[in-house]
């Protein structure tokens, strides 16, 4: 494959990202209810189709979805549907077979999206009148501007919420963390989102799930633990300073350059955390570190930074992470983790890399919920809330 590949413009990036709001309500064989309260939504916009088979071909951008059928005595439909042709301003349903998770897709066809909305919320509100309270409070009802599709497997849900469709929400109890879309549906009291809740824990990631260094336990008590402040964190007055503290035994400077050509380079196996112009990173000078290809593709590279707002540093990386965690719960293999100091960082995927920086005192900033480290790592607050700072790596012991 051919070597350095130019990373594209902030301006693209936004592009790729900025998807279009959904409309609708939903839920799934399972309980399905969202989050009470609404934004803005827009109900022209978001995926559209104009026939079961562009609903299909939309659907595999994001999931396996085959062998399209339409019999409704197919044995793959759920034995209490969500509702019927006819009901719903629906006029067509379908189901498909998800390979790759081993689940199915229910797709529904809506001549008025509204009205398939307004009889989502009125199924919710009977089975909470009927002393379900927690009805659609795990909605899998994803809805489009003229069709819903619900899968029947949390992973099929994750990869769909990467799409412009939305999950449907009509519980009032149901409530959408920070980090996620949350738009005004057709209707009144319903909500929607790109959060999958799952009872089972395997749905979105919640930014908002308390993160205690300590791990309930007093500082005192856990070795690694400062009671307050920070243990140190390495500092430096310039990029060369930063370079000569890292080269050549932590970092292979060898290849180094600062000009944003060079800047910009990246491979398939190394990715940096800070993209676009780093100067709206907070980051003042940058640099980048290894073999930056020629003939061949580029590999080995680590990106210096000099910082001059570290909390401007660290809220765009806690976001740029919460998004690569929203797949599966995890962060990317050749994801970059930022490893910052007091006005330093340096941005990595080489594990033993970061291993050597550790020595130095630097930290990775991790925004994972629900992370913990063994007694005796340093854990310690980062400058944005939903992230520690740490020398702690899964598989470290």
């Known amino acids: 494959m051919h070597l350095k590949r130019i990373r594209t413009t902030l301006a693209a990036l936004t592009a790729l990202t900025a998807l279009s709001a959904l409309t609708a309500c939903e839920d799934s064989a399972p309980d399905g209810t969202p989050a009470a309260g609404s934004p803005t939504a827009v109900a022209d916009k978001g995926a559209d189709a104009a026939s079961l088979e562009q609903a299909q071909n939309y659907v595999r951008r994001y999931a396996s979805c085959e062998d399209m059928g339409t019999d409704q005595n197919d044995h793959r439909l759920p034995l209490v549907d ?15 077979s998800d390979r790759v998770e081993r689940g199915e897709i229910v797709f529904y066809m809506t001549a008025d999206m509204k009205a398939f909305q307004e009889g989502y919320k009125k199924r919710v509100m009977a089975k909470i009148a009927a ?17 819903a599709v619900t899968p029947t497997e949390t992973k099929t849900a994750l990869k769909l919420s990467r799409s412009d469709l939305r999950i449907l929400t009509c519980n009032p109890t149901a409530t959408v963390p920070e980090g996620y879309k949350r738009e005004k549906a057709l209707v009144e009291g319903c909500v929607l989102s790109d959060f999958v809740a799952s009872e089972d824990g395997d749905g979105s990631p919640n930014f908002e799930t308390p993160q205690d260094p300590a791990a309930g336990d007093s500082t005192s008590e856990k070795p690694g633990q400062p009671a307050e402040g920070s243990l140190g964190l390495p500092h430096a007055d310039s990029l060369a300073e930063l370079k000569a503290m890292l080269h050549p035994t932590y970092v292979d400077c060898t290849q180094y350059a600062t000009d944003p050509a060079s800047l910009a380079v990246e491979s398939i196996d190394y990715q940096p955390v800070v993209t676009g112009d780093h100067r709206t990173w907070g980051v003042e000078e940058r640099a980048i570190c290894g073999d930056l290809g020629g003939s061949q593709r580029a590999h080995d590279l680590n990106w210096l930074d000099t910082v001059s707002d570290m909390t401007m540093l660290q809220t765009r990386a806690r976001a740029a992470q919460q998004e690569d965690l929203k797949d599966d719960g995890r962060v990317r293999a050749t994801a970059s983790k930022l490893l910052v100091g007091r006005n330093i960082a340096v941005e990595t995927n080489d594990r033993s890399v970061r291993h050597g920086l550790y020595q130095l005192q630097f930290l990775y900033l991790n925004c994972e919920p629900g992370f913990s480290a063994p007694a005796g790592y340093r854990v310690e607050k980062a400058s944005v809330a939903g992230c520690v700072l740490t020398n702690y790596e899964p598989g470290d012991n």
């Open 82 to 96: 969500l509702t019927t042709v006819g009901k719903w301003s629906v006029t067509e349903r379908g189901v498909c």
């Open 131 to 147: 002393g379900n309270a927690t009805y659609g409070l795990f909605s899998r009802v994803f809805v489009g501007k003229n069709f």
